[in-house]
């Protein structure tokens, strides 16, 4: 299969935990987005790199939560001190682009996501 | 901040007939994805639009681009029951690096 893999598909964790998620962009995609969506929302943005530039994050990324994406291949998605408001599905997104612009962004090919659970 | 809003956000449609889903932003964008979640699934990719006016059809899907950049359409003709499913616009903003803003989504059922 060489679509978005994303890992663990589950994970449940006690409040005040700290989980990391990874995402596994299909292959030479250089861009990479990360959102989260709760139920009956569409998602949510979180950030998003190009190669591993981290260009453009949502305010959720200035406290409990970071990313990276070392090398410009694989990334990751770290929630400190979970909180029980945390729980959602967390979807990892990528895409292909050679060049610059609106019309540059192209098809967002997503994972299957990972399902956090806060008790 | 940007917003992206979509409307309505429920459309019980009978199969056969044809039905509408609008997206506005309340700023300016520079290019708009449609994508569609099916119960349990992930988003999937429909269409990009990037020009002003632009029209774009794919079989009985037509998507349209504002004129003003601002809002955007999808229209199905001939509802099947293939098309159940939540569907997602996503704007970009025009001072955006890569932050597609979604909408809440419609959520259609089709009536047999």
């Known amino acids: 299969d060489t679509g978005v893999s994303q890992n663990p598909r589950h994970k449940i964790t006690k409040r005040g935990q700290n989980v990391t998620f990874r995402c596994d962009p299909i292959?030479?995609?250089?861009?990479l987005y990360w959102y989260r969506q709760t139920l009956g929302q569409g998602p949510e943005f979180l950030t998003y790199f190009q190669n591993e530039a981290q260009l453009e994050k949502s305010r959720l990324l200035s406290d409990r939560f970071s990313a990276e994406r070392p090398k410009g291949s694989f990334s990751t998605l770290e929630i400190q001190r979970t909180e029980q408001g945390d729980s959602a599905m967390y979807l990892c997104?990528?895409?292909?682009?050679?060049?610059?612009?609106?019309?540059?962004?192209?098809?967002?090919?997503f994972g299957p996501g990972t399902r956090l659970t806060v008790l | 901040g940007q917003q992206v809003m979509q409307i309505p956000q429920y459309q019980h449609v009978q199969e056969g007939e044809d039905f509408t889903t609008y997206c506005n932003s309340s700023t300016t964008l520079s290019n708009i994805q449609w994508y569609k979640q099916r119960p349990g699934g992930h988003p999937v990719f429909l269409i990009q639009?990037?020009?002003?006016?632009e029209v774009k059809k794919q079989k009985r899907l037509t998507f349209q681009f504002g004129e003003a950049k601002k809002n955007s359409s999808l229209h199905i003709t001939a509802t099947q029951t293939t098309d159940v499913g939540t569907y997602f616009c996503?704007?970009?903003?025009?001072?955006?690096?890569?932050?597609?803003?979604f909408g809440a989504g419609t959520q259609v059922v089709v009536t047999p």
């Open positions: 639009l990037v020009k002003s006016g």
């Open positions: 292959s030479e995609h250089n861009r």
């Open positions: 996503a704007g970009l903003g025009t001072d955006s690096w890569g932050k597609f803003q």
């Open positions: 997104a990528s895409s292909f682009s050679t060049s610059g612009g609106p019309s540059s962004y192209n098809e967002q090919f």
